[in-house]
Structure formats: structure tokens, C-alpha cells
């Protein structure tokens, strides 16, 4: 099946810092990917959405100035956590899809963020 | 907007036993209906999908649901559950023409031995 990863699987970080997390599709290409968060125990919440050479389009409530995305290339994109706070400590996690179908999306491993 | 109700947060049964993790869902159209295993801290792994055809969906690791229009329901069953069932199931839902996923809250299954 098809395999996304996530780099790192774990950070942790000093309030005020950038903390960037990779996502790629590893045997077929992503024509979009998605990001997520995730609170303990709780469910995963869409941040935005992406496509390859385009902007991504974010969810409501979703600060696009603080959580920049980046999607460069058919395999990769990338979320970066601008001026982290302890408030943004999350596990975050990517999905992608290819084609235009959407039919299933692969997830990730996740992220842990932590912001101390 | 399309929505995925999970009722129990958890469900206990020992091993050997039938497993059941219920889900009702709310979409306009006709859905397409997905169920997902996480483990700590990892990521969702796919257990299986509902797209159109026969409403009884067979799956990864032994797993079915059963697509019920009338009932919007799309509730998970394993005939057998093992200890290594014990995870948190998570129940998503898109409409054929939307890409997002709605995902449910979410169950926790303890399988004892």
C-alpha cells in the first residue's frame, strides 16, 4: 500500500521558536496532502488542505500566518510552526492522496509536538 | 456539512468475543464511508472503505462493516477480537463530491485476555 512518513517523529522546542515537519508520499505522488491535529484523545481536527504548487487552503480558525504550509513538490510538504507556544503542543499528522478521486487517504505516522 | 457520530468513547469485550464499534453519520448525497486504527502515538492506519456496491465490507485483520442507507450507520464488527484489537477506531465520512474528511470522536477498545 501506499506509505506516507513524517519527519521528525518527536520535537521538542523553546517557546518562540519555528519548528518545521516534513511530510512525504514515499511510492506515489501526492496531489494533496492534508494536515491535522490532534489533541489527547480526542479526534483529528483538518487544518488545511494543499496542493502542489498552489496555496494551501486552511480551515477555519486556522492562522495561516502561524502555521505555514508548504507544498514544493508531488512528494512533500511541509508545516511549519511559526513562533511556537506551549498552546500549540500537539501531535500533528499528514495525509496524502493521489489522483483526483480522493477516495482513501494514506495518514502519516504523526508528530509530536512539544513547546516548553 | 457532513458529521460522524461515534456513541460509546469505549467498548470492552474479552477476547474471543464479537467486537462492534457503532458509527452513525450525516452527509448530503451518498458517502463514502472509511474506518481507521491508531495506536499510541502513531499515525491512522486504513481498515477499510465503503464506496458504492455490496453494503457488507470486508477489511484489514479480519474486520467488516456494514453500510445501512436507511439507518446511516456504518457500524464496525470483528467475529473474533484478539488483545491486539485494543486501540482507538476512529469512523470518517465525505461526500462523493467534497475531498474532506469528517472524522468521528472516535472509540476506545480494550480487548482482555
Known amino acids: 500500500g501506499a506509505v506516507v512518513s513524517q519527519h521528525p517523529s518527536w520535537v521538542i522546542c523553546k517557546s518562540g521558536t519555528s519548528v518545521k515537519i516534513e511530510c512525504r508520499s514515499l511510492?506515489?505522488?501526492?496531489?494533496?496532502m492534508f494536515w491535522y491535529r490532534q489533541f489527547p484523545k480526542q479526534s483529528l481536527m483538518l487544518m488545511a488542505t494543499s496542493n502542489e504548487g498552489s496555496k494551501a487552503t486552511y480551515e477555519q480558525g486556522v492562522e495561516k500566518d502561524k502555521f505555514l504550509i508548504n507544498h514544493a513538490s508531488l512528494t512533500l510538504s511541509t508545516l511549519t510552526v511559526t513562533s511556537a507556544h506551549p498552546e500549540d503542543s500537539s501531535f500533528y499528522i499528514c495525509?496524502?492522496?493521489?489522483?483526483?478521486?480522493?477516495?482513501?487517504?494514506?495518514f502519516g505516522p504523526g508528530t509530536r509536538l512539544t513547546v516548553l | 456539512a457532513q458529521s460522524v457520530a461515534q456513541p460509546e468513547d469505549q467498548v470492552n469485550v474479552a477476547e474471543g468475543n464479537p467486537l462492534t464499534v457503532k458509527c452513525t453519520y450525516s452527509v448530503s448525497g451518498n458517502p463514502y464511508l472509511f474506518w481507521y486504527v491508531q495506536y499510541p502515538n502513531r499515525g491512522l492506519q486504513f481498515l477499510l472503505k465503503?464506496?458504492?456496491?455490496?453494503?457488507l465490507v470486508k477489511g484489514s485483520y479480519g474486520f467488516e462493516a456494514e453500510f445501512n442507507k436507511s439507518q446511516t450507520s456504518f457500524h464496525l464488527k470483528k467475529p473474533s477480537a484478539l488483545v491486539s484489537d485494543s486501540a482507538l477506531y476512529f469512523c470518517?465520512?465525505?461526500?462523493?463530491?467534497?475531498?474532506?474528511?469528517?472524522f468521528g470522536a472516535g472509540t476506545t477498545v480494550t480487548v482482555r485476555a
Open positions: 495525509s496524502a492522496t493521489a489522483g483526483t478521486s480522493y477516495n482513501e487517504q494514506f
Open positions: 465503503y464506496i458504492t456496491g455490496d453494503n
Open positions: 470518517a465520512v465525505r461526500p462523493t463530491n467534497d475531498y474532506k474528511l469528517s
Open positions: 511510492d506515489f505522488q501526492a496531489t494533496t
